[in-house]
């Protein structure tokens, strides 16, 4: 059964408990904590790369390609955002 409190700062800092790994904690293993400021790099790095060969599409005239890149440069920003978001309310990572 899960707890339906509302977690503090300092639950965050501890670190949750790896949901998505329903053999966490089994043999002294210890539960998985996400690597948020891996995934908020890598988001930045998609973010100016596809931004940047969005606006190269652009000026060698290849529209379709600079839209692909666009809604792939938007994921990023999306995934950044919550990525940060997340760190903001304190998850360890």
């Known amino acids: 059964m899960t707890d339906r409190r509302r977690r503090t700062r300092a639950d ?8 998505h790994d329903p053999t966490a904690g089994i043999g ?6 996400s690597a948020l400021t891996l995934r908020a790099v890598l988001a930045a790095f998609g973010l100016v790369v ?12 290849l529209p ?20 940060l978001y997340r760190k903001h309310r304190g998850e360890p990572g």
């Open 12 to 19: 965050y800092e501890k670190g949750l408990p790896g949901y």
């Open 28 to 33: 002294g293993s210890t539960p998985a904590l």
């Open 50 to 61: 596809s931004a940047v060969g969005a606006v190269l599409a652009v000026r060698a005239g």
């Open 64 to 83: 379709l390609f600079a839209v692909v890149l666009g809604v792939v440069a938007l994921v990023a920003l999306l995934d950044l955002a919550w990525v």
